[in-house]
């Protein structure tokens, strides 16, 4: 048990696999904040059964699907770690950086977490509970599983044969949850009244502050994935905040010029968006590469999410135009701006002189990942929807899901007093009563 | 057809609901109100800073009935709103021309 | 100051202290949506003031009567460290593994503070706040320093001479706040209208927020109970994880046969449930041992909220159900999932081949705590009841203790133009306005 | 790249650089929660974007400006590290403590982003946002980085040459966030109705979920501040906890005493106050010492919030009461009480016999501070005003701020069955129904 | 003139007004109420225990017309919030003495 | 007895309040609700989508009165609302049968 170890990025891995764990938490808010006050509890909720569901299959077998040794090709990982029982004991990491495994497990648990729980976004206010369950212990066997393990994997083909650069998950969990995400829409078809009735976020505070639980556990995210307590975590931890920030000026800066409002729901989205794109590329581009990759992506998103309009797939939460679109962003740029002088494991993009090279093994990774997942999503939702049924009933979708479904109300603010029509003024201040 | 429109305490509106189904009624209007009247609001404070809040939460009751019902049910509804302490809160009766059912047009009596 | 200290386990124990001490406010929330608008405020006031007065305990005498060097027999600290004077320049912990002192007195009082903020969730709605002040202040000193020495301190009776296993508070937070928790409701007994009125929550995402809050914490409250940087802190985190998630599912998948919905107050019910449950046994059981302890976790829970209402208790946030039968269900699966392939320093329990003997220290152990804990917390909320009066008056209840009691009201959403009713029709989306 | 480096202490620095960060969104919320409901979303906006653009200036120039090498008598840092350019690759800190510059830089970040967001508070639903904007990159530009470079930068003359004892800000952001705030509220005027109109906190359940998190983030804020994982960050740890925790109990009292009601926005506010005195502080006195300084802060602060209906300066959210004033406690506090026996870095105050000569420094360098940035800020903030326009007009602040800039509505809660007057009776409980 | 007071479901409130509107009206005063009657409402399950919530989501139109227009305007009002199915809401009609537009002191059939 | 009904911009609650106390009445019973007239809504954004909300936020008073002050309070809640700008409210005056005090069972003139 006290084998050889390093104790620094131990707590470092530790730490970070908490903080990606407190991401998904997080976006149950940031997207139930965004939904109709009718349906807040399904949205959060699918986030949570998420959490659940994921971590019992990710212990059963998921982990040794993505994590086991390889069965040829890098296609996937084999059964040979069924139940975490070797992972009790030994250790994974380069030399002079081994960790226990479990931390590793744990680490990549919570990025399998999130990675499904995005997908509820497409499909906001519309589908059957049971139908999610069923989808997403299929849809992470069957898609997530193999992406992580191209994608994450040493012996993945990914990177260990394409070495396409992926630091954190720009295609196993941005462009995959993205894709899988535009398939469901099209699946589910559009909510009842879409286009057409108001469907306003109903809290706000609620979104910002699931964007700032997001913010916060993307350091964990991007920066954990170094694996090390290094200078290359604290390279892609500034850099996640750099493009992060970046993304939220930059959606901003567009929609007061398109719509003439600074929204706080455009600046959420923004940082979203930086986050999104710098995953893949925090550990190989410099501060400035950073800048200019969160704020091509709070631009290019912030124009990505209009899209759904123009095609008619009700994306709801926009999974698509900021998760799938800022992936794209952000894997794409990797090979124009990444350069080993940041990371000597990375590589030289174009603009450092590495040539068209990069930028080709970017897209490739890309393109496969977005199709794979696009394709098989798209084939499970089917046959969910033909075995479970997808959608509720459109009473069902009328009275809302949450009172329907999980038989709550999300708010009860009747009678407490700060509900009633009060006016009020002061009788006086501190200190001195008298000055008023 | 009369419209009777009843401003009581929120705690009573369970008591009330019962009584009126209890004497026959089976269709009443609820909604959210304040109260100004004598029983007095309550006080806040907020880092020292005192504010006199001078509305009371009360909830209003709508009920269109037949003529001859408004007597008695001013007399269930009042039983049971009855707390007896100040902001118990009133009723009050209206003439109505017509009521329409909206699902199919029914008027009046059987309108309700 | 420089003395020999293990630079990443004290890394580690100070995020856990901050990881610990986030849970009393997520606790704060989680409670909080939970009771109605009219009086979430006084319930996130017991917490926060519980933050307050046993921090001030703390210094003062409550580290030293909880690690104090031992009075004899294991019952209690001694007065040696009052004021935490020698703690600023000394060292504890393992060889190698030693950690400045204050590290450890910061994490030990994150713990005592949740523990006692635990116990409010009883008896929400009805409790004068004087009285909640005295009350934590006596409690904290008689009971849960008390225990924290059994249970935590190596002189403590429950660790060095019972060699019962309890890795980070089975008995000392879960089961004390249980039990004490019942004692209370007892002595309050129910609130107006208990059983008749509409009780119901007034607000779930903030109790979602809190739990997610509190699974977050819960990471540093179990793994940082290693107190070290090493594979037994993965283990713990990982088991940790498991457990919470198992509970999440087994509680809802209770509640689907059962009440035919699936809810989200009872997915977060059951992610505490399976926390509470692991919390003992994280250091000492497998990966698959955790996923039975947080499925038997979910399912007794959620049956045992239920019995408050046949034995007339109202323990108005179950902390009885979840806490102390959680508690219960943790200790005593040890003594049977426990394994030395985990940690040595652990035992093997009845599966693993060790016999009875460690179940029936468990079950010795589980039964002082909960006797001492439930007589002593009944006897001193007695007390204050006699002396200051544990109950507000019915009028005071009926209007709210938000208001009469903290002179303010949660919520003030009138005039808000999110308050009227907005038919709102999308004029244009974004690029593509004519497509509208 | 792999120099040479400590990686606890680059853990350490991570860790606290993401707990600081996570404050911002945090004050946001303690911000918006306090405002109407027609403004909440402003208030979270203008600390949204100051986490933009002040990463964006950090970047830049701002870093450089701050800890560049001294452009003479330790008053600016040059030019010299414009870009982030040569922090890719370098490591700061003390021999055997040295950590990757850039997570120094991070860690720096995070306390320019939250010190020019706290400025936000003193102006409240009155300000134009594109002003605030302007106001905020020159602000960050005159009056931070400058300060920054004064009192945290090892050639600043405030601690290279004064050796005045600040830990983790009490003058570059308390004291100045304080005096700024001071300078903000008198250019813009009170709001509409200020004394006349309730302008009471419309979600104090977001206000007391801000301060969990502020809290929780101080952690990082002070004991990252020792920038190594030793005993130094353990005491300022347990310090920061201390006094947070008797500010918050100190407020209640004095609010109890003078008003009658003990409330959760005095516990939450005295719990901040506790927080900033005890930042200058946290490294320098023990842990009685801290006691004493939560203490005097939380009495004074809340004592101090109600000077602006005596003077009629509308200092909204009390920075000025709050950061100010409890800056100037804690800094003041030091030269009474710090002791070497804490930190052989510090000095002794009076009171450990080093005679006045501390505390007149800790004089100094705060007269100076609130004095630089109280003028500066004034100049700024009228250059502001008269180019740009600081002020909505009437009109829009009567309307509210939220859906006049930003076109959006905080909350929509209509027609959500929650929101509706429901009379619920309970019908059963889990397992016997027949109980009921 | 005459008050109409409508209740109607609340998703029929869009409907409802683009129809008044298109008739000619073109102010109404709306607002939240909750409805009891033939429209059941709906359980909901916390921790195991069951409570009836049997109020129903309703909005409420009031508009204050001209008598002669009345009865066209029950006509229009009730076909647009129509779904024929229980619950559909009432509509109903009462005397009114005068109107007063605040802004400008006009009464009756100029305040309107 | 008459029910005065007025609809007034929400910040002159308490101006209106203040001046119907100092004319005597001492209850009232005020309710939110929207407006829909003359006076516009406003444009939100959400993602670039555009939505246009059309109604306003109002409060609603409602008094119940003897029959001769009606004139005298409509001039009084007039006065005190008036900003004269658009969207400053009606007044309707409706006809009462009998009101009563809940707690007393009061009748009409006692009852207020
Ligand atoms: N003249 C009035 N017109 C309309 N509503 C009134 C009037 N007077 C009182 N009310 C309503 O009745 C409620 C109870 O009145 P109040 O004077 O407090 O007590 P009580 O009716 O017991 O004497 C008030 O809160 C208010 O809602
Ligand atoms: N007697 C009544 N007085 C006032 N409102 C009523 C009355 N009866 C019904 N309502 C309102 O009309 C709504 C619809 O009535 P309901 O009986 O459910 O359906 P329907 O009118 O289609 O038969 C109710 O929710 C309630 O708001
Ligand atoms: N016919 C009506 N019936 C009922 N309420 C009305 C009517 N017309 C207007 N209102 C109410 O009066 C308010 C003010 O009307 P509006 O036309 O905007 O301004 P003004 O009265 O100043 O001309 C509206 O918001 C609405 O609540």
């Known amino acids: 048990m006290t084998g050889s170890f390093n104790p620094a990025d131990t707590v470092w891995v530790l730490v970070s696999a908490g903080l990606v764990l407190l991401m998904t938490p997080g976006l149950a808010l940031f997207y139930g904040g965004m939904v109709r006050a009718k349906s807040v509890l399904n949205m959060i909720m699918m986030s949570f059964f998420t ?208 719509d003439g409002h600074a929204t706080t729901l455009g600046i959420a989205s923004g940082a979203v968006a930086g986050a999104v794109a710098i995953t893949p590329a925090c550990g190989f581009v410099t501060p400035l590469g950073a800048l200019l990759v969160g704020l091509v992506a709070g631009f290019v998103c912030s124009m990505a999410v209009g899209l759904k309009y123009r095609y008619g797939y009700d994306d709801s939460l926009d999974v698509v ?116 | 057809m009369k419209l009777i429109t009843a401003i009581i305490k929120p705690h009573m509106l369970e008591a009330v609901k019962s009584a009126v189904r209890e004497y026959g009624i089976e269709g009443m209007t609820v909604s959210e109100a304040s109260g100004y009247g004598r029983q007095g609001g309550h006080t806040e404070v907020y880092r020292g800073a005192e504010y006199q809040v001078d509305l009371v939460p009360k909830v209003r009751l709508e009920l269109v009935v037949q003529a001859e019902q408004v007597e008695e049910l001013i007399q269930v509804i009042a039983d049971a709103a009855r707390t007896g302490r100040i902001g118990d809160g009133k009723i009050w009766v209206i003439p109505v021309d017509s009521v329409v059912r909206v699902r199919t047009g029914e008027r009046d009596t059987e309108a309700v």
Chains 1, 3, 4 share one sequence.
């Open chain 1, 321 to 436: 135009g900021v998760h799938m679109v800022g992936g794209l962003v952000g894997m794409i740029l990797i090979g124009i701006l990444a350069t080993v002088l940041v990371n000597p494991g990375g590589a030289d993009g174009l603009l450092a002189g590495g040539g068209l090279g990069q930028l080709w093994r970017q897209c490739v990774a890309s393109a496969v990942t977005l199709a794979y997942a696009f394709g098989v999503t798209y084939l499970i939702a089917r046959g969910v929807d033909r075995l479970v049924g997808f959608r509720l009933s459109p009473d069902d979708e009328m009275a809302g899901v949450d009172v329907v479904t999980h038989a709550e109300s999300a708010y009860d603010f009747v009678g407490a007093s700060g509900s009633i029509i009060a006016t009020t003024h002061p009788l006086r201040g501190p200190i001195h009563p008298e000055e008023h």
């Open chain 1, 51 to 258: 959490m659940g569901i994921v971590t019992l299959l990710w212990v059963l077998y998921g982990y040794s699907m993505a994590f086991g040794t390889d069965v040829g090709l890098g296609l996937l990982g084999g059964f040979s770690d069924l139940g975490l029982r070797s992972a009790i004991t030994s250790f994974v990491g380069a030399p002079g950086h081994e960790i226990p495994e479990l931390a590793f497990v744990m680490f990549q648990l919570t990025f399998a977490i999130i990675t499904a729980a995005l997908l509820s976004g497409a499909i906001a206010d519309r589908t059957r509970f049971r139908a999610w369950g069923v989808f997403v212990a299929i849809w992470a066997t069957l898609v997530y599983f193999p992406i992580a393990h191209w994608a994450f994997a040493g012996d993945g083909w990914m990177i260990g044969r394409l070495h396409a650069l992926d630091f954190a998950g720009g295609t196993a969990v941005e462009i995959t949850s993205g894709a899988s995400s535009l398939a469901l829409a099209l699946v589910l078809g559009p909510r009842l009244g879409w286009k057409r009735d108001p469907m306003r976020p109903h809290n706000l505070p609620l979104v910002l502050l699931g964007a700032g639980l997001l913010w916060f556990g993307w350091f964990g995210f991007n920066a954990g994935s170094a694996l090390t307590a290094t200078p290359l975590a604290a390279t892609a931890m500034m850099n996640t905040q750099i493009a992060t920030a970046m993304g939220a000026l930059a959606w901003v800066a567009t929609e007061r010029v398109r």
